[in-house]
């Protein structure tokens, strides 16, 4: 017999999945969305617009991956600081 804790856990990993699904899809067809944005730029400004691009979402890629990492880093902390009390925050 499942608990409503067990339910909440299988929810939980569905949610996960669905919203890891969700957020692959843009970024595999990112090339294809940035590459018919680029037909709508003058063939003479589509190099230096293509080259923007690319360091906009160069630097917003690294700003995210740190975000994560930080993110990733406070909850190990939380969880190292808050085990020993048996006070979990979750």
Avoid: W
Avoid at 19 to 35: D, N, V
Avoid at 63 to 82: H, K, P, Q, W, Y
């Amino acid at each position: 017999m499942h608990t409503v804790l067990q339910i909440g856990e299988l929810l939980s990993l569905f949610l996960a999945a669905v919203f890891i699904a969700i957020g692959l899809e843009p970024l595999i067809a990112l090339p294809e969305i940035k590459q018919f944005g680029f037909r709508f730029v003058a063939a003479s400004r589509r190099t230096r617009v293509e080259t923007v691009t690319e360091e906009i979402l160069a630097r917003t890629g690294r700003f995210m991956l740190a975000n994560l990492a930080t993110s990733g880093i406070a909850g190990v902390d939380a969880e190292r600081r808050c085990s020993p009390f048996h006070s979990y925050y979750r």
